[in-house]
């Protein structure tokens, strides 16, 4: 995979991200679906303090920081929405101005996550899985607030036909416009 491919599927999943949040009110936001699980908040939160531990110094230390409390990304507590999203667009601005400053070269060179030994393309692409994963559990649950007034960030359900026709509408693929926070 290229740089250029992980930087588009970046930028994908951030698009995706910031149009289930802009469907999304503060209560929905700070909802639990129940007593253990995670509300929307958290996942953004935990996806911030990820991004922005594994980001920082991306080449030249671990990319688990130690000032990063992970347990506090999960803390039980009432998020406003400018807040995350300013948490967020920070994260991902150190996301950004690393990949940018990342030559395909690079790709080949050492990193260290909780003292474990990846090639950068590796990291990437555990980051990138990592950041899919959690897009997908906020997508789910921003959908399941919203209910019937949702509107279809992916193939609506009896879409399919009018997608194939122009496939081209997706974001942040070659050629099809890109995206950032």
């Not at 991902?92 to 070269?105: N, R």
């Not at 692409?125 to 019937?148: E, F």
Request: aromatic share 8%.
């Amino acid at each position: 995979m290229s740089l250029e491919s992980f930087r588009i599927e970046y930028r994908r999943y951030a698009d995706i991200l910031d149009r289930a949040l802009e469907q999304t009110d503060e209560t929905s936001l700070n909802a639990q679906p129940t007593a253990a699980g995670n509300s929307i908040a958290m996942v953004l939160a935990h996806l911030a303090g990820n991004l922005r531990s594994r980001f920082t110094e991306f080449l030249t230390s671990d990319g688990e920081k130690p000032w990063r409390d992970r347990e506090e990304e999960f803390a039980i507590r009432r998020y406003a929405k400018d807040e995350l999203l300013r948490s967020w667009r920070e994260a991902w601005s150190i996301l950004d101005a690393t990949l940018a400053g990342l030559t395909e070269a690079d790709l080949s060179r050492e990193v260290r996550i909780r003292g474990i030994a990846l090639s950068v393309a590796d990291a990437l692409a555990r980051s990138s899985a990592h950041l899919a994963y959690h897009v997908g559990q906020i997508v789910l649950l921003a959908h399941m607030h919203r209910g019937s007034a949702w509107r279809w960030i992916s193939i609506p359900r009896g879409g399919s036909a009018a997608y194939n026709a122009a496939p081209d509408k997706e974001k942040g693929l070659p050629g099809r416009g890109t995206h950032s926070p």
